[in-house]
């Protein structure tokens, strides 16, 4: 009888192997992926913004009686080649600059606290390049909805000038700077058609390194790094765009 129960036992233990062998092949699951941009695809670009403001006797918090004016703008335009289904490499060219000009200003804090600014001069300009490496992922089988990764390697180089006063009391400071970025950008992309398509990525993940020099009146020199490394979303990071597929 006890010799019965231990054949039946076996029996039962090899069918429980079985059957949960049969079950984990069943539902044995693998990552399918699609060809969302195939090998030998050109992927091309420009972002271009621009803003210009002017003040006339304006009032913003403490600051009263604003008058000047300033611009910005940027320009931006990208190259990649994918070398691989789903897989692309390339560069982006940045060039960014910016000028302000304040003739007066009165930051008013109380009614015996008052500071007068007068003839502020300010315009700066940076390049940047920027190597680039995306892996993208399709939703399913769809070909107009998609998700990227892009991995960014950035070098930076700018100059600014900072100027104020006039006559005798005029002074002034000139900046030189160099900027090492590293950044993980992931973004999605719409298809409009079979050669063009909306694109937009937002950064989360990023180290940088940033030196300047400073010298002011021409007299006085200064230097000084920054090291910054950000862990979360950035909002102000956002970036659309529009790229062409050919």
Known sequence: MKT?????????VAVAVALSAASQEQFKRSLGQESFIPKGQWITGVSVSYSHSSQDNYQFLIIE??????????????????????????????????????????????????????????ISHKFYATAAFRNYLSFGSSKRFGLFNEVQLQFG?????????????????FSRSYSVDIGLAPGIVMFLNNYSAIEVNVGVLGFSYDHTRQVTDQVYVAH???????????????????????
């Open 65 to 122: 009686g604003i008058d000047g004016d300033t611009y910005s703008y940027k320009v931006s335009p990208m190259a990649m080649y994918c070398f691989k289904d789903n897989l692309a490499a390339g560069m982006r060219l940045s060039y960014q600059r910016q000028r302000t000009h304040l003739d007066k200003a009165d930051v008013i804090i109380d009614s015996e606290t008052e500071y007068n600014v007068d003839n502020l001069y300010s």
């Open 4 to 12: 019965v129960i231990n054949r039946l036992t076996l029996l039962f």
């Open 224 to 246: 000084y790094n920054t090291k910054s490394a950000n862990f979360k979303i950035n909002l102000f990071s956002i970036t659309f765009g529009v790229t062409f597929y050919l």
């Open 157 to 173: 180089a700018g100059e600014s000038k900072l100027c104020s006063g006039s006559g005798q009391d005029l002074t002034g400071t």
